[in-house]
């Protein structure tokens, strides 16, 4: 596969820079047959608009990965929403009908990096914990490459959308706020 053409970023095969990924997405490339780029980044720009301000990658070529918190009874569920950055996820609607849970919110910030073992602002869908529903919006699905982080906010993956839908637990469904219409 070709290297993807993303931005001002010097994308190298993830494989041979694993000092550039968190943990669980070392394990995760070693595992399995992913074609995943990888390019430095200063972490401070690590938050999509400025990321994507610095290093010229449109906004919609990146894809943002939320974790969130659904609860019935006593039973917590934890899920990741990918949806690109011109989006927003249904969360309160969407979301918790498909995980069947009666409240959803976004996981607090503790308990996410906790759980995903990776830095707030650079939780990817790779690698994370075995059995996390991950809910891949169908615009996601649909890109060539897109952009996500790496686990670390140090720097940025490129992977395309068909293996963001083959990610394990990955669910391709619509989950993006529909937008609102303009009247008249």
Not at 40 to 58: G, H, M, R
């Amino acid at each position: 596969m070709s290297t993807p053409d993303l931005g001002t970023l010097d994308w190298r095969p993830a494989t041979d820079h694993p000092e550039l990924l968190a943990e669980p997405v070392r394990v995760a490339l070693a595992a399995g047959p992913l074609s995943v780029f990888v390019a430095p980044i200063d972490p401070d720009l690590a938050d999509t608009q400025a990321f994507c301000t610095a290093y010229e990658v449109p906004l919609a070529a990146s894809a943002n990965c939320v974790v969130v918190a659904g609860r019935r009874a006593e039973t917590t569920t934890l899920a990741a929403c990918l949806v690109l950055a011109t989006d927003r996820a249904d969360i309160n609607k969407t979301v918790r009908r498909h995980l069947d849970v009666r409240k959803i919110s976004f996981a607090p910030m503790d308990e996410a990096v906790a759980c995903t073992q990776m830095a707030y602002g650079g939780i990817t869908p790779v690698g994370l914990p075995a059995g996390w529903p991950v809910l891949v919006d169908d615009h996601v699905a649909a890109q060539e490459w897109l952009v996500v982080g790496s686990g670390i906010r140090g720097s940025k993956i490129a992977i395309t959308g068909a293996d963001l839908a083959r990610l394990p637990g990955a669910e391709v469904l619509r989950l993006r706020v529909p937008p609102i219409s303009a009247a008249g």
